[in-house]
């Protein structure tokens, strides 16, 4: 299975950070999504406390949540 980012797979969304590391992320576990200053990609802010920065604008996040 090749996976990507903005899949859906089993309950869980795909998003690659900023270090293009893949996280499988269940909508629950996050907490807000703010846009960064430039509005060319944003912030996650995870259960615990955790932050997630994301180089894609906060439309096409919040499109994956959907």
Do not use: K, N, Y
């Amino acid at each position: 299975m090749d996976l990507e980012e903005g899949d859906r797979v089993a309950g869980f969304v795909l998003i690659r950070d900023a270090d293009g590391q893949l996280h499988a992320l269940r909508a629950g576990a996050v907490q807000g999504i703010s846009p960064a200053e430039d509005g060319a990609e944003c912030v996650m802010t995870l259960s615990g406390g955790r932050f997630l920065r994301v180089p894609r604008p906060l439309e096409r996040v919040l499109g994956w949540f959907a």
